[in-house]
T-cell receptor
Framework: DVKVTQSSRYLVKRTGEKVFLECVQD?????MFWYRQDPGLGLRLIYF???????EKGDIPEGYSVSREKKERFSLILESASTNQTSMYLC????????????FGPGTRLLVL | QKEVEQNSGPLSVPEGAIASLNCTYS??????FFWYRQYSGKSPELIMS????GDKEDGRFTAQLNKASQYVSLLIRDSQPSDSATYLC????????????FGRGTSLIVHP
């Protein structure tokens, strides 16, 4: 079974803090993704990576950066957290074979005060 | 802009009934189709994938794909209260695309 884990289930941070969200997958997947999910807005792609040290912007990259130093690990960084970044953050991974599905981690619910 | 449309619902069905969830997509080049279930406060989990026209059955779930009409549906037979969740449709294009396009989901409520 594919397993995608995220470093925290719940996180409370203050405005202006630097926030690190980590994601680890154990299926040797090439692709990894970060989404945020907000009521009424669905899933929105922040960044994705198709290989180590490679990254591509998604639909809403502003205010975020990512790091992928190892194949199994993909980190999302909020350089200076703001209240509008309060959200559910979901990491996903998928095989490099086109057409294969994504598997999601349990999510991190971030509250920025 | 690739779009995937779902009725937000809620769709309310009685226990034991068939729940029918529908999804339409705009990209005619789409090749891979997925249904995810998401319980409140949880992450999406894959329940079905379908790649060819026709029906695909897995237990109480049947996915139906019609590429000519650009829709994919999910039927849940003998619906149970535990099926109450939001169901997300996701579509991937051909040509090596790694990124699916998600619909916003349909909320399903199965009442006893």
């Amino acid at each position: 079974d594919v397993k995608v884990t995220q470093s925290s289930r719940y996180l409370v941070k203050r405005t202006g803090e630097k926030v690190f969200l980590e994601c680890v997958q154990d299926m040797d997947h090439e692709n990894m993704f970060w989404y945020r999910q907000d009521p009424g807005l669905g899933l929105r792609l922040i960044y994705f990576s198709y290989d180590v040290k490679m990254k591509e912007k998604g639909d809403i990259p502003e205010g975020y950066s990512v790091s992928r130093e190892k194949k199994e690990r993909f980190s999302l960084i909020l350089e200076s957290a703001s209240t509008n970044q309060t959200s559910m953050y979901l990491c996903a991974s998928s095989s490099g074979t086109p057409g294969k599905t994504q598997y999601f981690g349990p999510g991190t619910r971030l509250l920025v005060l | 802009q690739k779009e995937v449309e779902q009725n937000s619902g809620p769709l309310s069905v009685p226990e034991g009934a068939i729940a029918s969830l529908n999804c339409t997509y705009s990209d005619r080049g789409s090749q891979s189709f997925f249904w995810y279930r998401q319980y409140s406060g949880k992450s999406p989990e894959l329940i079905m994938s379908i790649y060819s026209n026709g029906d695909k059955e897995d237990g109480r779930f049947t996915a139906q794909l019609n590429k000519a009409s650009q829709y994919v549906s999910l039927l849940i037979r003998d619906s149970q209260p535990s099926d109450s969740a939001t169901y997300l449709c996701a579509v991937k294009s051909a040509g090596g695309s790694y990124i699916p396009t998600f619909g916003r989901g349909t909320s399903l409520i199965v009442h006893p």
